[in-house]
Structure formats: structure tokens, C-alpha cells
């Protein structure tokens, strides 16, 4: 049974931090490559940020870039996503998926919210 669990979501104050963990479970972690999407209410879900199966290369959402960071430890079958200095704007229920050739896969996401 495929699974991702994330984790690590919170209340936190302008300027702050949160690491996101999902946990997979499931599949072979290490062939899909993993991203960090997020849908804020009212809007639709974007894509934060994106790391190939091995970890070689990431790429980001400009809204992000330079605060966020996604990493993975394919021994341990779990994608991160750092966020520092987070903003008010930065609220939204955060997913992670992973992706390999057609298939996709989502966990249920957690909730980061950034007031004061």
C-alpha cells in the first residue's frame, strides 16, 4: 500500500522556520522523483519545489527561492522541505508527491500557517 505521510506543519511567526518531512512508503522511494506542493484556501495548488530521485538537481518557485529548501535521504525513504524566514503568504496545507513515468502519488498534507 503506497504511502506518504507529512509531518512537521505548525503555527509560527513571521520570519520563522518549519521543516517538513513525508515519509514514504510503499513504492521504490529512490526511482521517483519528489516535490513539496502547496494550495493556500481560495487558490489553486502550486508547486514549491522539486528534487530528482538521486537528489542531483532541485529546482524552485521563484516565491520561494532562496528561503526554502528540499532535500531527501533515500535511505530513509523521506523527502524534506526546509522553510526559513517564512512569510504571512507562505500559509497553505503542504503536500508532498512523488512522480515516476504515469505515476503519481499524493500524501494528505499539513498545515503551515505563518501569523503574528
Known amino acids: 500500500q503506497v504511502q506518504l505521510v507529512e509531518s512537521g506543519g505548525g503555527l509560527v511567526q513571521p520570519g520563522g522556520s518549519l521543516r517538513l518531512s513525508c515519509a514514504a512508503s510503499?513504492?521504490?522511494?529512490?526511482?521517483?522523483?519528489m516535490s513539496w506542493y502547496r494550495q493556500a484556501p481560495g487558490k489553486e495548488r502550486e508547486l514549491v519545489a522539486t528534487i530528482t530521485s538521486a537528489g542531483g538537481s532541485t529546482n524552485y518557485a521563484d516565491s520561494v527561492k532562496g528561503r526554502f529548501t528540499i532535500s531527501r535521504d533515500n535511505a530513509k525513504d523521506t523527502v524534506y522541505l526546509q522553510m526559513n524566514n517564512l512569510k504571512p503568504d507562505d500559509t497553505a496545507v503542504y503536500y508532498c508527491?512523488?512522480?515516476?513515468?504515469?505515476?503519481?502519488?499524493w500524501g494528505q498534507g499539513t498545515q503551515v500557517t505563518v501569523s503574528s
Open positions: 510503499g513504492f521504490t522511494f529512490s526511482r521517483y522523483a
Open positions: 508527491n512523488a512522480k515516476w513515468w504515469t505515476n503519481s502519488y
